[in-house]
């Protein structure tokens, strides 16, 4: 007898649509049926109206522990995911303090995700001086690892010499190496040009950080992965040229793959305007036509990943930038809206189909890490890992509705189509019709496959 059976829903995954439901048993997918059978089960949850989707597995976000849990923590960033469906996280190496890039960092992080509601898994750090940790990074279980073309707070950049060196040690391990790809040289240029003429206004944030120094930096970042064979993630792309140049390595024959966030398809430069410093991020928001553009490249079937970048700060780290948009914090807190996002401005006003939302946001994310036999789909033997939506629901996001620590996004005041109305995590409801349900700790840790030598 099954433990749970979901039924009536319009179950989807990355190949197909159909009515139908799936049932569960000790946390796993024990069926997936297409109509209305009878199936034996301890409880049954009629999902009349509903999608019931894959839960999401989120590939970028910063919870900021330890060291700096006032920004966000992952007891509050774990019940913020389940809120928006996520069932599955993958957490970043910075903005913690200290970052995770050697291993007594990286047993910091770990205790400190033990509270987690869902399920997640670790980043580790590539950077200027822990080339010698990079072993031990892999042997304490993180799934991928992570470069800076650009200084960030706390993690220092990597340079060409660098990022070739991480590259080929990675690509032995059997790993791979995501970059933050934005030209450190032409960045410096044009923001301390863009000051010197005593430019503070919203518009120089873009300016200072435009497309070619987003295309310099890929290439590059393409160009030593190419000569090391490793396998590539370039993360956050902005602009349709970028996800050009991911798809023509893409064929000639590389391992590299191209993920943007859903705060590039539904706000763009003028939002930053509008908005202020909320909407600050980097690489930048675009121009309108460039958002379109970039839509069109996600309607291709061109993007891999569409990750949330959650990345949040404390509002008054917001509000320096009100006057000078280059004192505020860049980033956007954003984890708990990707759905409802992309359901309004994907599928609703563009036509995406929900089969290819869900290869984005839940299937091959799984599979970059090489959990997509276990997450982000629905097969008999995964992880019991669900989302029921309502496909029809709409709403205005409001600050209270938020989860985060610190309850400011871009988001608050947008009008959603399509709201979460139940979230399971290997089989136990964690979040329901507005309210967090299941307990601190459920969620587990992912780990990488074994190590394997250069």
């Not at 960092?105 to 997640?120: C, F, I, N, R």
């Not at 993690?155 to 060409?160: E, G, I, L, N, W």
């Not at 400011?408 to 995590?425: K, L, P």
């Amino acid at each position: 007898m099954a433990d749970l059976y979901f039924r009536n829903a319009r179950v989807v995954t990355e190949e197909r649509e159909f009515l139908g439901g799936v049932t569960v048993a000790g946390g796993r997918i024990a069926g997936v049926m297409e109509g209305d059978p009878s199936v034996a089960a301890r409880d049954s949850i009629d999902a009349t109206g509903l999608l019931l989707l894959p839960g999401l597995v989120d590939a970028h976000v910063h919870f900021s522990e330890p060291g700096r849990g006032h920004w966000e923590g992952f007891e509050t960033g774990s019940r913020a995911a389940a809120a928006g469906g996520v069932t599955t996280f993958v957490e970043m190496p910075l903005n913690a303090h200290p970052p995770t890039t050697d291993a007594a960092a990286l047993a910091l992080k770990q205790a400190a995700a033990a509270v987690s509601h869902v399920d997640y898994a670790l980043w580790g750090g590539l950077v200027d001086d822990n080339l010698n940790d990079l072993a031990d990074l892999q042997h304490g279980g993180v799934v991928g690892y992570k470069a800076f073309m650009v200084t960030a707070t706390d993690f220092a950049r990597s340079d060409r010499r660098i990022l070739r060196a991480g590259m080929e040690q990675i690509a032995g391990f059997g790993s791979f190496l995501a970059v933050h790809a934005e030209d450190e040289a032409m960045t410096l240029r044009l923001a301390a040009e863009l000051r010197a003429e005593g430019r503070r206004d919203r518009l120089a944030w873009g300016e200072s950080r435009p497309i070619a120094a987003e295309l310099a930096a890929i290439d590059e970042a393409i160009a030593l992965a190419d000569a090391t064979g490793a396998r590539l993630h370039i993360v956050h792309v902005s602009s349709a040229a970028g996800i050009d140049r991911i798809s023509a390595a893409k064929r000639r024959g590389m391992k590299v793959t191209a993920e943007t966030c859903p705060h590039y398809l539904c706000f763009d430069e003028t939002d930053l305007v509008r908005l202020g410093p909320v909407a600050k991020c980097a690489p930048p928001l675009r121009p309108p036509a460039e958002r379109e553009r970039l839509w069109d490249r996600v309607l291709a079937g061109a993007v891999d990943v569409i990750a949330s970048d959650h990345s949040p700060c404390l509002w008054p780290e917001k509000t320096a930038g009100d006057d000078d948009i280059f004192a505020a914090w860049g980033g956007i807190s954003g984890l708990q809206s990707t759905l409802p996002a992309l359901l309004t401005e994907g599928v609703e006003r563009r036509g995406l189909r929900l089969t290819e939302l869900v290869r984005m946001t839940a299937a091959a994310p799984a599979r970059l890490f090489g959990f997509g036999d276990r997450k982000g789909r629905l097969a008999v033997g995964a992880d019991a890992d669900l989302v029921l939506v309502d496909p029809k629901a709409a709403f205005v996001l409001a600050a209270n509705d938020l989860f985060y620590r610190n309850r400011h996004s871009a988001y608050v005041g947008a009008q959603f189509t399509g709201s979460v109305n139940r979230t399971i995590s290997r089989g136990l409801t964690v979040y329901h019709d507005g309210r967090i349900v299941g307990p601190a700790g459920h969620g587990r840790r992912l780990e990488a496959a074994p190590t394997r030598e250069a």
